[in-house]
C-alpha cells in the first residue's frame, strides 16, 4: 500500500525559505502526476504545484516565480521548495500522488508565515 509522508513544515518569517518534502513508499516511484496542494482554515484544498512523469511541470498563478516542484526518484521523493514566502502562503500543504488512475494524499505538513 503506498504511503506518502511530508515533512519541512514550520514556522518562517514573510520573504523567508521552507522546503518541502514528500517519500513515497510501499510502492515503486511510478506515477503520472505528483502535486502539492495546500489548504488553509476554513478554504478549499487548491492545487500549488504539480509535474507529470514527464517533467513538465504547472504552478498555480499565486505561487508563480516563487515556488519549484521537483523530484528525486533515487529518493522517491517530491519536493516544494518555497521562497519569497508571504503570510498568506500559511495552510496546510499535501503531497498528492496520481497512478493509474489512482489518488493517494499524504497526512499534511502545516506552514506558518508570520513575524
Known amino acids: 500500500q503506498v504511503r506518502l509522508v511530508e515533512s519541512g513544515g514550520g514556522l518562517v518569517q514573510p520573504g523567508g525559505s521552507l522546503r518541502l518534502s514528500c517519500v513515497v513508499s510501499?510502492?515503486?516511484?511510478?506515477?503520472?502526476?505528483m502535486g502539492w496542494y495546500r489548504q488553509a482554515p476554513g478554504t478549499q484544498r487548491e492545487l500549488v504545484a504539480a509535474?507529470?512523469?514527464?517533467?513538465?511541470?504547472n504552478y498555480a498563478d499565486f505561487v508563480k516565480g516563487r515556488f519549484t516542484i521537483s523530484t528525486d526518484n533515487a529518493k522517491s521523493t517530491v519536493y516544494l521548495q518555497m521562497n519569497s514566502l508571504k503570510p498568506e502562503d500559511t495552510a496546510v500543504y499535501y503531497c498528492?500522488?496520481?497512478?493509474?488512475?489512482?489518488?493517494?494524499w499524504g497526512q499534511g505538513t502545516q506552514v506558518t508565515v508570520s513575524s
Open positions: 509535474i507529470t512523469s514527464s517533467g513538465s511541470t
Open positions: 498528492h500522488r496520481l497512478y493509474g488512475g489512482y489518488g493517494s
Open positions: 510501499g510502492s515503486i516511484f511510478s506515477f503520472n502526476r
